[in-house]
C-alpha cells in the first residue's frame, strides 16, 4: 500500500536557523497538509495545499513558516528562523479528494528539536 | 472554529474488559469523524471513520457512534487485548476542498493483564 513518506526522521537545529521538512505524497494525490504534535499533546492542524497554493492555514502558521512543492513529488515545510517553541513532531499528510471521500493518513513523521 | 473534546484522558481496563472513549464536537456543519491511535513515538493511524450519514459503524472489535443532535461520537473497543494499549484521538470537520481535522486531546489507554 503507498505510504505518505518524510525526510528526515529527527532534525536538530539551534534556535534561529531555518530548517525545511520533506514530504513525498502518495503520487496520485492532489491535497497535501502539515501537522504538528507536540510532546505529549494532540495533533494541530498547521496548513493545506491544492492546485500550489494554500488553501488553508492555523493561527499556529505565521510569517516564520511556508510550504511549497517544488517539483511534482516533493511537499516541504520550511520553518525560517526556528524558535524553541517550534520543537514538535511534523507530520505530512495526502488526499486524493480533500476528505469527501479519501481519509487522511499521515507519514512517519519529522521529530524537530530546537536547542 | 471547531472545538473537540475528548474524554477521558486515562483509562485502564483489564483484558478482555470494553473500553468506551467519548468526544463531543462544537461545530454542527462537521460530518466526518475519523478515530486514530498512536502509539509511543509513531505516527497517528487511522482505526476507524464515521460520516454523519450514518449512527454507527462497527469493524470487529471497534466501533464508533455519532449522535448528531447531541454532538457527542464514541469509540468503543471490545474484548481489549495488550496491544490495544495506545494514546487514542478523535477528530472532527466538515468535509470540503481544504478540510482541516480539528483534533481532542488524546485518550491514554492502557490495557493490563
Known amino acids: 500500500e503507498p505510504e505518505v513518506t518524510q525526510t528526515p526522521s529527527h532534525q536538530v537545529t539551534q534556535m534561529g536557523q531555518e530548517v525545511i521538512l520533506r514530504c513525498v505524497p502518495i503520487?496520485?494525490?492532489?491535497?497535501f497538509y502539515w501537522y504538528r504534535q507536540i510532546l505529549g499533546q494532540k495533533v494541530e492542524f498547521l496548513v493545506s495545499?491544492?492546485?500550489?497554493?494554500?488553501?488553508?492555514k492555523s493561527e499556529i502558521f505565521d510569517d516564520q513558516f511556508s510550504v511549497e512543492r517544488p517539483d511534482g513529488s516533493n511537499f516541504t515545510l520550511k520553518i525560517r528562523s526556528t524558535k524553541l517553541e517550534d520543537s514538535a513532531m511534523y507530520f505530512c499528510a495526502s488526499t486524493s479528494t480533500g476528505l469527501n471521500n479519501s481519509p487522511l493518513h499521515f507519514g512517519n513523521g519529522t521529530r524537530l528539536t530546537v536547542t | 472554529g471547531e472545538n473537540v473534546e475528548q474524554h477521558p484522558s486515562t483509562l485502564s481496563v483489564q483484558e478482555g474488559d470494553s473500553a468506551v472513549i467519548k468526544c463531543t464536537y462544537s461545530d454542527s456543519a462537521s460530518n466526518y469523524f475519523p478515530w486514530y491511535k498512536q502509539e509511543l513515538g509513531k505516527r497517528p493511524q487511522l482505526i476507524i471513520d464515521?460520516?454523519?450519514?450514518?449512527g454507527e459503524k462497527k469493524d470487529q472489535r471497534i466501533a464508533v457512534t455519532l449522535n448528531k443532535t447531541a454532538k457527542h461520537f464514541s469509540l468503543h473497543i471490545t474484548e481489549t487485548q495488550p496491544e490495544d494499549s495506545a494514546v487514542y484521538f478523535c477528530a472532527a470537520t466538515q468535509t470540503g476542498t481544504a478540510s482541516k481535522l480539528t483534533f481532542g486531546t488524546g485518550t491514554r489507554l492502557q490495557v493490563t493483564l
Open positions: 464515521i460520516r454523519s450519514n450514518v
Open positions: 495545499f491544492y492546485n500550489n497554493e494554500i488553501s488553508e
Open positions: 503520487s496520485n494525490h492532489l491535497y
